[in-house]
Structures are given as structure tokens and as C-alpha cells.
């Protein structure tokens, strides 16, 4: 079974301008997190999508948002990119069952450089 | 005051020893309980996940959590360089909600 997967792997971007991260969950997952690992500030929350709906978002500026297509896999879009937005943007997915959420596996990560 | 707090290290050990790897909360609505080993430039793999307080075992590694001291452990014992990663706690709630510690940077000499 195939795991959670990202592109590109990497991505070099100027200041201003936007980046397009995409993320397909595990198969038969309908729940997709996206996070930022900075390095030396861990991984930081940033969105949270469940059947195509925006379920909860982190502490970070509008110009971070996403969204979930029909066959749940995602995009995280990064508008007027500014220097710290370089980082490692990892999507996990999980299968929620119930109230109760299971474990989140993670993809290798998009690791965007912003110049 | 973060809602976990982790120490980064960086951790550095001979092979075989045993290490120990903590993390302490502040929410209470933190029900489960995992830690993830993260190698060099990839995504976090889950290691161990727990629900309720107590030990949990699993080869060499051993995840131990104490809610009433909101503070959770991860043992390593006979540690191989193999063992070198960041490793994560994490911890959520019922309504899906995870946090993350920092990590911390083990590296096993041999």
C-alpha cells in the first residue's frame, strides 16, 4: 500500500511570489494535515481538512490556505512569500473514526526555499 | 509556557547505552500519546502510540506516560547508531488536535 505522497520535492521560489504544495493521502484516508518544520522551531500545525471542508487551521496568516479535492488529496498554497517561509511542509493523513482521531502518517515533506 | 515541551539536545551516546527521551504537557485534554523518529530530510514515522497511562513495550523501545504529571518518556535500550534521528512526542485530543514537541537530536556512536 502506498504511503503518503508529496511534490515537488523541492521547490525554489523568490519573495513575493506564490508556492503550490500537493499532498495524497493513504488510500481510504479521508483526513490531511498540513505542517511547517522550520528548522529549529519543530513542527508547527498549520491546516487541517476533512471530506473537502477546512476542520482547523494553526496560528498563521491568511496567505496560508489549501484546500481538499473529491478524491481527498490536497494543495497548500503560500501566497507573498517571504524568507522565513522557507521550511520543510510535511502532509500526514489519517483515518478518523468517530470522535476519536488515529495516528497521522506523514509524507517525505515538500521542502521549499524561498530567496 | 508552550503546550509541550521537549528537549531539543542534542543527545549524543555510545552504542548500547540507554537512552531517554521526555517531553511534558500542559493541556489535560490530551488523550493519546505517540513519539515519531524523523531521519535527516524526511517525514516523521511513528514509532509508538498510547492511549492510557502506564508503560507500553515494543523491541527496544519502551514509551511511558504518566498523566497525572502530564509527562511522557521514550526508552531506548541497546541503542545502535542505527537509532540517530530527531525524535518527536506528539499528543492530541478527541477532536483530532495534535501538538508536537520540538524534538530531540540523538546521535549513537559507535
Redesign the interface.
Known amino acids: 500500500e502506498a504511503g503518503v505522497t508529496q511534490s515537488p520535492t523541492h521547490l525554489i521560489k523568490t519573495r513575493g511570489q506564490q508556492a503550490t504544495l500537493r499532498c495524497s493521502p493513504i488510500s481510504g484516508h479521508t483526513s490531511v494535515y498540513w505542517y511547517q518544520q522550520a528548522l529549529g522551531l519543530g513542527l508547527q500545525f498549520l491546516l487541517w481538512y476533512d471530506e473537502g471542508e477546512e476542520r482547523n487551521r494553526g496560528n498563521f496568516p491568511p496567505r496560508f490556505s489549501g484546500r481538499q479535492f473529491p478524491n481527498y488529496s490536497s494543495e497548500l498554497n503560500v501566497n507573498a512569500l517571504e524568507l522565513e517561509d522557507s521550511a520543510l511542509y510535511l502532509c500526514a493523513s489519517s483515518l478518523v473514526s468517530g470522535s476519536r482521531a488515529d495516528t497521522q502518517y506523514f509524507g517525505p515533506g515538500t521542502r521549499l526555499t524561498v530567496l | 509556557q508552550k503546550e509541550v515541551e521537549?528537549d531539543?539536545g542534542p543527545l549524543s551516546v555510545p552504542e548500547g547505552a540507554i537512552v531517554s527521551l521526555n517531553c511534558t504537557y500542559s493541556n489535560s485534554a490530551f488523550q493519546?500519546f505517540?513519539w515519531?523518529r524523523q531521519y535527516s530530510?524526511?517525514?516523521?514515522?511513528?514509532l509508538m502510540?498510547t492511549y492510557s497511562s502506564g508503560n507500553k513495550e515494543d523491541g527496544r523501545f519502551t514509551a511511558q506516560v504518566d498523566k497525572s504529571s502530564k509527562y511522557i518518556s521514550l526508552f531506548i535500550r541497546d541503542s545502535q547508531p542505527s537509532d540517530s534521528a530527531t525524535y518527536?512526542c506528539?499528543m492530541?485530543s478527541?477532536?483530532?488536535?495534535?501538538?508536537?514537541?520540538?524534538?530531540t537530536r540523538l546521535t549513537v556512536k559507535p
Open positions: 521537549q531539543p493519546y505517540m515519531y530530510r524526511k517525514g516523521p514515522e511513528l502510540y518527536l506528539a492530541g478527541n477532536n483530532n488536535d495534535m501538538r508536537f514537541g520540538a524534538g
